[in-house]
């Protein structure tokens, strides 16, 4: 085979397998990047519905115990970092559950800025 057609040959099999690396890689990200997961209660069970993809990565969310979050005049407020969620804010989001949710970033409890905040019914 002539040089140029093997170095023709060669830049076809690297741009070929570029491409299947990359789709593969594209293929992991959507997989496995802004993937929603069911929600559970206080006891790890399912609950039946799903966190919204906009909130949660697979491991963002999680149930919010009774004293983790209150209700002031400004908002919701995070106990453990002391964050304030307008009510009007668009992160909010209806929880189909009786206690909170809240999304972070990793699902680290710690975090300063929520993602979501899946509210219950108040009762109002």
Known sequence: MPPEELSQRNMIIAV??????????????????????????????PLGWLYGYECCSGVDCSVSGDKAISEI??????????????YGDKRIKQSRYEFFHRCTP??????????CLYVPDRGF
Do not use: K, M, W
């Open 16 to 45: 070929t397998i570029a491409a299947v690396i990359g789709l593969f890689c594209l293929a992991t990200a959507f997989v496995t990047g802004a993937q929603a997961h069911e929600a559970q209660d206080v006891n790890g069970q």
């Open 73 to 86: 005049p400004e908002g919701y407020r995070i106990e453990i970092t002391g964050e304030v969620i307008p």
């Open 106 to 115: 990793g699902g680290v409890a710690t975090a300063p800025r929520s993602i």
